[in-house]
């Protein structure tokens, strides 16, 4: 609605700003350009001769785009918002022209440059504010299972014995539940379940979507996908409310990866408010991916690593414009904010003034091991179990897990206390602080108490890991594995510095000084989490990153680098990278066949009807004819029945209508009498002439990277001009699912024939032995399994 001009700075800028919006129109080709001539050099259609042309699309396309795109759980055609955005730009620039000399044509342009930079800042400061909101619940809610303020209930531990502990640790203002031991443990499980319950049943029935670490999805809607809800303001209120419950219950999840779900869900809410983004989705994936660079940065304090991480595992597609709002966004979020409180920006911070040696590389490749292809494999098969059995049991689920981790967690010091604060003791290269007395002398009974419960929390934190990864609260992963990853490198460490005590004189030792500690097990402890968590995320530079940030211990980049390149080759052997496939068939192998077509006449209206009742495909390929195939376009469902919505409406069509699908045809105008018009449809309008057409004998892996690359939402195949099927990565997907079927079936039947012809060599005599092994059998036994594999093919 227009604003009346009454001179005010406001009323004009509101005028301007609705004519832009009222003359929107994206590029579409006039009907009368035919396919031939589109195969050669196209001319780019100006707005202005959109608008000059015999038939203006103008009502058209204002209406479609307010009526909703893009429904749940389909994919984003990137194409085709690409063309909608530069169409848009292209009339702003057209009217900007137009009215050069008005100073609110060059203020709205200015607006139109600097909204992402506006939007971007936004969502950092709420990111940051959140994020310091989380972690002062966080600490406060964990804090509450041993104790609570004498003077201030609502402050945690921390800021209640601010300054005021005693050099044994003990705080007078800090009071314990009970000064008995098992009273103590029966309130620690009381309230770590009670957290667990609480927060699962919330999850349960308000928000299922908070559930989880949310990487994966939001990877997917980064890809183009649409969940709708994953990413709302209930999803965003309920995940930051459970979250610390989650923490505070002493499950093994960490708060990273939901803390990077938190920030896209800011970063939707906030782009919402902004046409341009709720306009065009492939826009609003820029503002997400900024989102999650932030959402890395405030839970690590590393900007810099939170670009890399959103860069190597969240976005398809970064551009140059997008990793510098994403580093902008990143760093309003965790310098604007300081959601550690510490006036520092880092997260734990060490100080390693002591030189590594060279012998301890072979320590360091230990470090490397396999601890993420473990937790992968073994989460995956709890994962299956959990959908099979526990699917209807969530609640039920995360208060057993909560119950036996604080049972059994209590009694070890690296199990009891928040993740974080271990992480922060374990780092240390200082040994001797509080109650965590590492600096004992080897062999006495201090010293092999830790090193046992040091090997102990490695064993149980990466079991609970496994069955605690997936469950129905708020989990993240990073954190963890971290933690798994610290407490195994300081037992290593620990290992390493009373074997030197041991053997001083070892000429492996050689290069130790004589009144230095060669050994610094908190460094151990500083590579195993680095090793963990790229094991887990299988990066590399952006763990490089994060830890470096996290720490602030520049000196054993060498090192770090070391283990990390060892932990990536050991992922590399013994896991199996999804993202990378060598398919070695062509497209036809994999493309449906079986389609469902538009003629460009010939059908009626209760026809479309009712093919759009008994099917879900997102869109339709357009032929002259079933007979000749001859492609003429693709037409998307949401334009089909909105068109057919829009007849009925205004011309009261009926359902004997025709219904013509040709743009070569210039029969129909829009000057036709209201008699005649009501007998027949005329789709061309809405028809895409150009969609992404390959020739059938082309590899499959070139048209993944297609699908990777520009985004399309359906491939069409054409030979010769003739329709011969349709690709979506969706059929792909279930190609790849089919071939692992398959593969594991042979070797599940592989692995049984030997198993049985092994019985029965021990089973038969020696003469039927030989028989068995005779040039007959060989050759009957090796047709068969060569028949197995044909039949498997001709499967394919």
Known sequence: MAVRDNGSLYSRVINYLNSFQNSYMPIRQPRNVSRQNRTGSR?????????????????YDKALEEIKRYEDFTTIDWVQDAIHERSRMNALRSAAIENRSSWSTWLLLSYEAGQAWIVVSI??????????????????????????????????????????????????EWIDWSSHYVIR????????????????????????????????????????????GFLGGRTLLFKSVCLPLAIA????????????????????????????????????????????????AVAFG??????????EEMSYNFPMKTMWRSFFCALVATVGMNPFRTGKLVMFQVTYDREWHFFEIIFFCILGGLYGALVIKYNLKVQSYRKKYLKDYGVHEAIALAFFTALIGYFNIFMKLDMTEILGVLFEECEGKKTYDYEKNPGSSQYVRMVFLLLAATILRTGFVIISYGAKVPAGIFIPSMVVGATFGRFLGLCAKSLHDAYPDFPMFSSCKPDVSCVTPGMYAFLGAAAAL?????????????????????????????????????????????????FGVPVATVMRKDLTVMTASGLRLDEIDQVLLESNFQGFPVVTDKKSMTLLGYIGRTELKFAIDKAKRVRGVSSAAHCFFNPDDNSFSDDSNEESSSSFIDFAPFIDQTPITVNPRL????????????????????????????ITVKDVLKYIARREA??????????????????????????????????????????????LGKSRDSDL
């Open 302 to 311: 590393s900007p810099i690593g939170g670009v890399l991480f959103s860069f």
């Open 43 to 59: 001319v780019p259609i100006t707005p202005r001769n959109a608008l000059n042309s015999k038939n203006n699309f103008k009502p």
């Open 699 to 726: 590899p499959l892996e070139t048209v993944m990277d297609l699908f990777k690359k520009m985004g399309p939402r359906v491939i069409l195949i054409e030979h010769t001009g003739k329709l011969v099927g349709l």
């Open 123 to 172: 969502v950092g400061a709420i990111i940051g504010l959140s994020a310091a909101l989380i972690d002062i619940t966080t600490e406060w809610v964990s804090d509450i299972k041993f104790g609570y303020c004498k003077n201030s209930w609502w402050l945690n531990q921390k800021f209640c014995c601010w300054e005021i502990e005693e050099q044994d640790g003990s705080c007078e």
């Open 742 to 787: 398959e593969e594991e079936s042979i070797r599940i039947y592989n692995a049984s024939s030997l198993i049985e012809l092994t019985n029965n060599n021990n089973n038969d005599s020696p003469e039927e032995n030989r028989n068995l092994r005779s040039p007959m059998n060989k050759k009957r036994g090796s047709v068969s399994f060569l028949e």
């Open 534 to 582: 790229s094991g887990i995320m299988h990066l590399t530079v952006c763990v490089v990153v994060i830890m470096f940030e996290l720490t602030g211990a520049l000196t054993y980049i060498l090192p770090t680098m070391i283990t990390l390149m060892v932990t990536k080759t050991v992922g590399d052997l013994f896991g199996k990278d999804k993202e990378e496939y060598t």
């Open 185 to 228: 443990w029966f309130c620690y499980v009381v309230f770590s379940t009670l957290f667990a319950t609480i927060c699962a049943y919330m999850i349960r029935s308000y928000a299922p979507y908070a559930a989880g670490s949310g990487i994966s999805e939001i990877k997917c809607i980064l890809a183009g996908f649409v969940m709708k």
């Open 249 to 296: 219950s002493g499950l093994s999840v960490g708060k990273e990866g939901p803390s990077v779900h938190t920030a896209a869900c800011v970063g939707n809410v906030v782009s919402r408010l902004f046409g341009k983004y709720t306009r065009n989705k492939a826009k609003m994936r820029e503002i997400l991916s900024a989102s999650c660079a932030a959402g890395v």
